[in-house]
Each structure stands twice: as C-alpha cells, then as structure tokens.
C-alpha cells in the first residue's frame, strides 16, 4: 500500500507525453483549512482534468452549494448535472450530496426499502444517521463519491446481464471531491474506523469496507490546499501527517493566492528590516508627478516594510512545505470576485505545472 | 460614505461592565475566533477583571502564548505583567474529560465504571457529532456556576456553520432522550410491545435497524441507557439549562467574521438566528482586514503613477510602492463594500476591524496589539467617513 503512489506516478510518467503527476489517479480528495480556497482548486482541478474531452464529476459534501455559486448556476439537487465545458471539449459534471438523501439511496440499492424513508425520519433515525452517529454520515458522504469512480457505462444490450459490465468503460475518468477541511480529513476519510466504534460487524462495516477499499487503492490522492501562512500551513503539514499515517496516498500540495514580489531579493530584505530608502522613492513619486512625495513616500514606505515582512513570512513556510516533499503547485492570486474565466486560468496554470 | 452608519462596537465597554459575564465568540470556521477569545480574555484582565477563557482545538502557538502546552481540562492561570489589573485563566476543552467527569460526579465508583467501559458510551463521548457543543456549553455552565471568575470568554468549536454551537447539544440531547435511543435500549420483550403500541411503519423501522446497525450495537445501547437512565436524567433538559444561560442578562455575543461573502453570509444568519433566540449580540468583528496609511492616493492614481515610473524604468522603488499600493486600495474598496452591505442589512450591529497581520500571534504581546485594535473605536471601519 504504501509505495503504491510512488508506483503509479512512475510508471504513468514513463508512457504519458506531457509530464502529468496523477495519471492513473481516479479519485482526487482536496482538502485545506478554511478560507484557502479549497472549493476553487477543486474546481478548477476538475476542469483541468477534464480538458481535452474527458469527463469529470465533481463533488460536494457540506451542503455549502459552494460549487453553484462557483460556477453561478441555481443551487445543485441531489443529482449529476453538467455544470461546465472544459477547454479542448471535456465536461465537469457536479454533485452536492446529501447525508440524507444518500441514505435513502443506500437502503433502496441494498435492500430495497425506499418507502421506509418516512417512518425513519419519524423516528428519528435519518437525524441520528446522518448528523449525531459518528461515521455514519462520512461512510454516506464517500460512498457516494466512490460509487461514482467505480460506475461503468452500461448500454441496453448488457443490462440484462449481470456482471458483464466489468469490461465497460468508466463512466467518468476522474471524480473530484471537494471534502471537509484539513482539520477533519484524516478521520473523513477512514471511514472504517470512524464507523468501528459502532458497527464492528454488519451490513454498515460492510458498507465501510467497500468505501475504503477504493480510498486506499492507488487510484487515490488527496491533494492539500494551503496558502502561505503559518496556521494554513502548519494544518497543512498536521493533516498530511495524519492522512499518511491512516495509509492513504497523498497527492500534491496547492499553493494558492499566491503574489509575486514586487521588489527584487536585496530591496526586500532591506526593507523587512525597516530600511527603505524614502528619499529614492520620493525622488520617484515626484517624477510620476504626485503631490507631497516627501510626506507620500514616508506613507508608502510603511506599506513596503509590511509587503517585505509579508513576503519574508512566505519564504520561511514556503520552507517548511518543502519537508513534505510532496509536488507543489503555486496557484496565482486572483483578485475580485472569482468567475468562470478565473477558473479556467486556475485550470490552465494547474495543467501548465503537471496537475492534471 | 455609508460607514456613517455603522456604529461603532464599545469593545472595552462591554469588558469592563461588571454586568458582562459571559462573551461567547461565535464564527464560521477559519475567521479567528479563538484568537479574539484570548485576545479579549487578556484585555479583560489587564483591565481589571477576572477572566477565564474556555478555548477549543487552539492553533499551537497560540495555546503557547497563553502558557498551556499541552490539553488540559481545567483552567490554568496565565502569568501577567505586574501592571495588569485584574487575572487571567485559560483552559482547553477535552469533551470526553468533560464527559466522564460528568459520569463521575452523578454515579457510584461501581456503575460509573460501568458505563465509562461501554463501546456506545465511549463512541458517544469521543465522536459523536455534537458532543463537542454540548460539552463547551455544560463546561460553560460548571464553571458559571462555581463563580470563581466575573468573566468568563468561550471559544466555540470549529464547525462550518456559527449555527452549530447553538443547534447541537439539543440535536444530542433530543437524540439521547428521544424515540429511537428508548426504542433501542428497551429489552427485546417489551421493546416488541413498544412497537405495536407505537403504531405503523415500526415494523419497518425495526427490521431497518437490525439489518443497517446490527445486533452488537443494540446490545450496547441496552446496557448503556439501563446504567445511564438511573444516574444522569434528561440530556435534553440539561442542554436547556445551558441554553437558558445563554439567553440571561450577563451573556453577550461577538461574531467574529473575516471580510469575504461566505464568512459574512453565515455570520449574516448566526445574526438572525440570535434576534430569534432573543440571545444579546454585542458587536461584530470583522478580522484580517487591509487598510492603506495613504487613502486619499486612489487606485487609478497610483496605478497610473506606476505605469509611467515603470515605462521609464528609473524607479523600481518608488514603481513597486505604487503597485502595492494600488493593490492595497482596491483590496479596502473590495473589504468595505462587503463591510457596507452587511451593515445595511444589519443596521444596528456596531462593528470593529482587527487588521491583517503580516505574521501569526506568538505571544501575550501580539495578543494585546489584537486587542488595542478591538477596542480601537477610531479604526476606519467605524468612522464617520473620511
């Protein structure tokens, strides 16, 4: 198990024509603290992977309807539907999926029992499923993703048959799952001991078993998102620990909003150590023509110590990201709000640097 | 400018009333909440009061700087400087503690252990979803009501929605009080009367349960609610007692949010919910904002200025400054304009902004500089306009 990553991307590398990382990878799990823009790279990872006519699902599972207001659609049902064309003709194809509604699918597919749906909410089993049990819920929740990776097309003429359809194609080549933060993605994804604790035997374990069986195959990754500071990049470095530690394949890290520095390397560390040289710059406000350059140039020069200090920051967690040593992908900063061309740039830059 | 508006939150005001008992900090996940806990548990006390901070999961240098290295259940007192008026104690929650304590207090040596070896109970402590909430409140309340601090400063648990901190220890205890734990735990006997009497869809429900949890699970949750019913009571009545709490004179709220539209639409709701639950809200936080020294240098000014410095190539200097510059005010357009329709959908609200900080908080002094800006009421996010 766990040189299968090390495996796979060596081998992929050895055939691929461009230097792709994750060939061969069929669920990508992204994960990252909140507010580094977890849901945007899953996106835009999604739409990547798509590119060149391949189909990709992409899914969520907080109730966020973060991938609607992403992609500015109407809010998601339960239900795949197309929510983008990827450059060069592929499909991302979205899901939000519901604890709720997943349970019920899970009753009807195992044991046929849809119509109990209301009696058990009536009795408070679906609240106790799918917001109190632990486990529970995420066993839901990844069941759903995983049984979208091992879903293969299935023409009229084999429905008949059963089984026959282990030849068919997958239906989608990749599925992306934009999953719960780092905080919790180590315990999320182990569903089979989450759901130990209460079900050491029987049909949810068995359940469990299935779901982990594809999270721990090769043809998983979970790819981190951070951003360059301390705490997102500390939660960074704990989850990925913790993941590895539960046996599963770590992908890349997604470094995002990131900024170019504005000053040269020597200017910068002068002026993280408060030395501007406030007569060169008022010198060249007053050559751009702007009133009081003296005064302006003390006030920008304040604004430049904090941009330094900043970029210094960076520098020593970009650092401590290296001792991961996992693929890093440095993803620009995008300002305003983030729409569909935003997107497509994120996907492109993702492509660009081997992500998809 | 709309920001005439706004009016300002009081943040010192609210700390020094010996009125003030309680300041829960409440947010979406990611915005700083613990930060604001504890920089307004260190205000607090360097002001005079005698404050306890309960924080939850905190970041690890910022449980260094408040000297609590490792998770503790009780609260640790945080050395001061001389000059501080009042005291100052943290403490992190380890809700299984909590609950065992729990246990401890209410059953004889012979059946709290009983219980504490139970596989329900000990999922149920450790795991389930909503412990965590029920426990911060019950530690709220002991410690509320061993009334050794006049202050006490909760950090709520980190969770996608403000929401849960209120919603959770009643989903718990509904769940542990309700239908289905009694169905579960009542012996097989009776337990098959109960159904009948209950009505329609039971059989259903019974044959579901038996199929999806398995025997060994019910077997459990038999012994469990048997050794559990006789000591410890209603869960559900505790959790409103806590919840009671939360809704006295004494209790205030501080949403902390950081300025982006998924931060602000769920701190936007966590305000509504409070108005329906009748739960006094004190201010809002608005964290990590950018401000410019130099607004009256607009973004197409100074983006033209740097475009004629770099066309030049002359300036390096003084062209980067601009461009940050330029950056740096349209980023305070960006974060105002989103401050501004919160605020017209919340009038009321008084608001205060911690800026961003280009380095994380190591330290009882970075601690402080938080607090100087929350209680900064001439920050630009409530002035008058400029």
Redesign the interface.
């Known amino acids: 198990m766990a040189e299968g990553p090390t495996a796979v991307t060596h081998k992929i590398r050895c055939v691929s024509a461009r230097d792709r990382d994750w060939d061969g990878v069929r669920l990508h799990v992204v994960t990252g603290k909140g507010g580094t823009g977890k849901t945007t790279l899953a996106a835009s990872l999604a739409l990547a992977l798509a590119s060149g006519g391949k189909k990709v699902l992409l899914v969520e599972v907080e109730g966020r309807q973060g991938i609607a207001q992403l992609f500015r659609c109407p809010a998601l049902p339960y239900e795949e539907r197309r929510v983008a064309t990827a450059v060069g003709g592929g499909d991302v194809h979205a899901l939000a999926v519901d604890a709720e509604a997943a349970l019920l699918d899970y009753l009807e597919m195992f044991y046929g029992m849809r119509r109990a749906g209301q009696a058990l909410t009536r009795f408070g089993v679906v609240d106790f499923a799918t917001t109190i049990a632990p486990g529970m819920r995420d066993v839901l929740l990844t069941g759903k993703a995983t049984e979208a990776v091992r879903r293969r097309a299935r023409t009229r003429k084999d429905r008949g048959a059963r089984r026959d359809t282990a030849k068919a194609p997958f239906v989608y080549d990749a599925v992306v799952l934009d999953a719960p933060p780092t905080g919790r993605i180590a315990q999320f994804l182990n569903v089979n001991a989450e759901v130990a604790g209460l079900a050491r035997v029987g049909p949810i374990r068995n359940h469990a078993d299935r779901v982990m069986e594809v999270i721990r195959s090769p043809e998983t990754r979970v790819h981190f998102v951070t951003i360059l500071e301390e705490m997102p990049v500390q939660e960074c470095l704990d989850g990925i620990a913790q993941v590895s530690e539960v046996g599963l394949g770590i992908g890349g890290i997604m470094v995002n909003m990131v900024r170019d520095p504005l000053l040269p390397p020597g200017a910068l560390a002068a002026a993280a150590e408060q030395h501007v040289d406030t007569e060169a710059l008022a010198q060249g406000l007053k050559s751009a023509g702007l009133k009081d350059a003296g005064q302006l140039a003390g006030a920008l020069s304040g604004e430049l110590v904090e941009h330094a200090r900043r970029v210094r920051m960076e520098a020593e967690v970009r650092e401590r990201l290296n001792e991961a040593a996992r693929p890093c992908y440095e993803l620009p900063l995008i300002t305003g709000d983030l729409d569909l061309p935003g997107l497509h740039r994120l996907a492109g830059v993702l492509r660009e640097q081997g992500a998809a | 400018m709309a920001d005439a508006r706004t009016p300002p939150f009081d943040v010192d005001a609210l700390l020094d009333d010996p009125a003030t008992r309680i300041v829960v900090c409440c947010g ?4 700083g909440k613990t930060t604001t806990a504890a920089a307004l548990g260190l205000r607090a006390a360097e002001r005079g009061r005698h404050t306890v901070v309960i924080t939850v ?1 905190p ?3 910022l449980a260094q700087s408040l000297g609590l290295t490792e998770l503790d259940n009780t609260p640790r007192p945080v050395p001061l400087e001389a000059t501080a008026k009042g005291s100052l104690h943290a403490m992190m929650l380890d809700m299984k503690r909590t609950f065992d304590e729990i246990v401890e207090a209410h059953a004889d040596p012979e059946r709290a252990a009983q219980i504490l070896a139970n ?2 109970y ?2 149920l402590s450790s ?4 412990t965590q909430e029920y426990m911060a409140m019950e530690k709220l309340g002991q410690l509320r009501r061993r009334d050794e601090w006049d202050l006490i400063i909760v950090d709520t648990p ?1 969770s ?1 929605s403000a929401l849960d901190f209120l919603d959770a220890p009643k ?2 205890g ?2 542990l009080d ?3 734990i009694k ?1 579960l735990g009542a012996p097989a006997k009776t337990g098959g009367r109960a159904f009948r009497l209950l009505g ?3 059989g ?2 019974t ?3 038996g ?7 019910l077997k459990d949750v038999q012994t469990f609610v048997t050794a559990f019913d006789a000591v410890f009571g209603g869960f559900q009545e505790r959790a409103d007692q806590t919840y009671r709490l939360l809704q006295a004179p004494g209790t205030a709220f501080i949403v902390v949010a ?1 300025p ?1 539209s ?2 602000l639409r769920e701190a936007s709701y966590f305000v509504e919910r409070l108005a329906a639950e009748r739960m006094p809200l004190a201010g809002m936080v608005l964290n990590r904002t950018h401000r ?3 607004p009256l ?1 607009s973004a197409e ?1 100074s983006e033209a ?2 475009q ?2 770099e066309r ?1 190539g ?12 330029t ?2 005010v ?2 305070q357009a ?1 974060e105002s304009q989103m401050r501004q329709r919160f605020s017209a959908a919340h009038p009321a609200i008084g608001l205060t902004e911690v800026p961003a900080r ?3 908080i190591h330290d009882l002094a970075g601690l402080r500089q938080i607090g100087e800006s929350l209680a900064d009421t001439a920050a630009p996010g409530c002035d008058q306009g400029a």
Do not use: C, T, W
Not at chain 2, 28 to 31: D, E, I, N, W
Not at chain 2, 314 to 325: E, G, T, V, Y
């Open positions: 979406s996940g990611g915005v999961d970041a690890r240098r596989p329900f000990q999922s795991s389930f979803s909503g980190p996608r989903r718990l509904r769940f309700g239908r289905l169905f329609a869809g039971l259903m429900v044959g579901v349960i199929k999806v949890l398995g025997a060994q699970l950081i982006e998924d931060a410019s020294s130099v240098l000014q200025a740097a004629s410095l030049s002359d300036n390096p200097l003084a062209a980067a400054a601009l461009r940050l510059h950056e740096r349209r980023l960006r280009p380095e994380d």
